[in-house]
C-alpha cells in the first residue's frame, strides 16, 4: 500500500542499533544465531513464519515504535531523548514478549509482517487519526447519554450506530484512504476481528474523556474551533519536561517509581503500541501489556486522559498528548 513502507530515518535505525547493543541483543541482531549465520537464521525464520513474540523482539517493528513516539511527542521529545526512547522501546518489547504464555497463535508469513508493520505506522498518520477522533467522540457521546449498566453488546451496538452518523459525510474519504492505505493482507489480518481494538476496555475508558482541541491535518475536534488557553498551556508543560536524564535507563531496570514523568509518558506509548500490535496479529491484545505494567508498578502513573482541557489532571493529560494521538490512530484503523 502506498506510504507503508517508508524507511526509519539513519538517526533511528543508529540509536535501535545503540540500544540493541546495550541491553541485549535480539535474534536479528546477533552475529550467530543458534550456530548459523545472522542473515541464515533471519531467512529461516521467514520460512517458519512469525509468531506474535518473534514480532514483538524485531528490530523492524522497533524502528517503527520510535519513529511514531518521536513523530507523535515533537512537541517534548528532542534529538537528545532519542538513545532513551529507542531503550524503552527495545527493552519494554523485549520483555512484554517474554509475558506471553499459553498461547499460539498462527504464525504470520513476511507479507502479513510487514501489513502489520505498515498498520502500526498509520498510527501516526492524521487523516487516520481524525477519523479515529471522531470515533473517540462517538463513544463519548454514548457513554454519556446511555445507561450506567448495559450488556455490552448493547453498548457496542449503541457505539456502532453512533460511530456511523458521525462518520456519515466522511464515507468517500473513507473509502478512498482504505484503497489507498490498506494492503490486501492487513485487511486479510483484520477480516472477522473488526472493532475488537477500538472496544478494548481501556480504549472505552480513554474515549469517554475526550475533550479540548485535537488537530490533525486540519480537521479539528467537532466541539471546539480555536485551540484553548487550557490546551495551550498543557503543551507549554511538556515542553518544560526538561532533557531526560541517563537515570532514567537505570530507574526502568531498578527502581521504575523513580522514573521522570517524561519517561513514563514514553513507556506508555509504546504499551499502547504493543497493544495495537497484539490486535493486528490477533494474539491476546491486553494481558501481556498490563502484565507489563503491572510488573512496573506504575499503574497510577499510567492513567491516560484524553481531555486537554482537565483541571487538575496535569500528568495524566501530558501522558495522554502522547497516547491518546496513537489511540486515535488505532480507531482510524479500525474504521478502514
Known amino acids: 500500500a502506498a506510504g ?18 546495550g541491553h541485549g541483543a535480539s535474534v536479528w541482531n546477533a552475529r550467530t544465531v543458534g550456530g548459523m549465520p545472522a542473515t541464515q537464521a533471519a531467512a529461516a525464520h521467514a520460512a517458519a513464519g ?11 517493528l522497533h524502528k517503527v515504535a520510535i519513529d511514531n513516539l518521536m513523530a507523535t511527542g515533537h512537541e517534548f521529545l528532542g534529538d537528545e531523548d532519542l538513545e532513551m526512547v529507542s531503550a524503552l522501546v ?9 509475558l506471553i504464555a499459553g498461547f499460539e497463535a498462527p504464525r504470520l508469513n513476511e507479507e502479513q509482517k510487514m501489513a502489520a508493520l505498515g498498520a502500526m505506522r498509520l498510527m501516526t498518520e492524521p487523516r487516520v487519526q481524525s477519523l479515529g477522533l471522531e470515533v473517540a467522540l462517538a463513544i463519548r457521546e454514548s457513554r454519556q447519554k446511555q445507561p450506567l449498566y448495559m450488556r455490552r453488546s ?26 489507498e492505505l490498506l494492503s490486501p493482507s492487513l485487511h486479510d489480518l483484520r477480516q472477522g476481528h473488526r472493532w475488537e481494538l477500538t472496544f478494548e476496555p481501556s480504549n472505552i475508558r480513554a474515549a469517554e474523556t475526550v ?48 522514573m521522570s514523568d517524561k519517561a513514563v509518558s514514553v513507556l506508555a506509548g509504546v504499551m499502547e503500541q504493543a497493544q495495537f500490535v497484539f490486535g493486528i496479529v490477533n494474539a491476546p491484545p491486553s494481558s501481556p501489556v498490563a502484565a507489563f505494567a503491572s510488573s512496573l ?38 474504521v478502514l
Open 4 to 21: 507503508l513502507g517508508a524507511a526509519p530515518s539513519t538517526a533511528t535505525a543508529a540509536a535501535v542499533a545503540a540500544a540493541a547493543g
Open 50 to 60: 512469525f509468531t506474535p513474540r518473534m514480532l514483538l523482539e524485531s528490530p523492524d
Open 211 to 258: 475533550g479540548g482541541t485535537w488537530d490533525f491535518n486540519g480537521h479539528r475536534s467537532s466541539q471546539a474551533t480555536a485551540v484553548s488557553d487550557a490546551t495551550s498551556a498543557s503543551i507549554t508543560e511538556l515542553r518544560g519536561f526538561g532533557h531526560s536524564s541517563p537515570q532514567d535507563l537505570q530507574f526502568f531496570s531498578e527502581a521504575p517509581s523513580k
Open 154 to 179: 448493547a453498548m457496542q451496538q449503541d457505539m456502532i450506530h453512533r460511530i456511523a452518523e458521525r462518520l456519515r459525510p466522511r464515507f468517500d474519504e473513507i473509502e478512498s484512504l482504505h484503497n
Open 90 to 98: 527495545a527493552s519494554s518489547f523485549r520483555n512484554m514478549s517474554r
Open 297 to 334: 508498578g506504575l499503574n497510577s502513573r499510567l492513567i491516560v486522559s484524553c481531555n486537554l482541557d482537565g483541571q487538575g489532571e496535569s500528568r495524566n493529560n501530558l501522558i495522554g498528548t502522547l497516547v491518546c494521538p496513537l489511540k486515535f490512530g488505532s480507531f482510524g484503523v479500525d
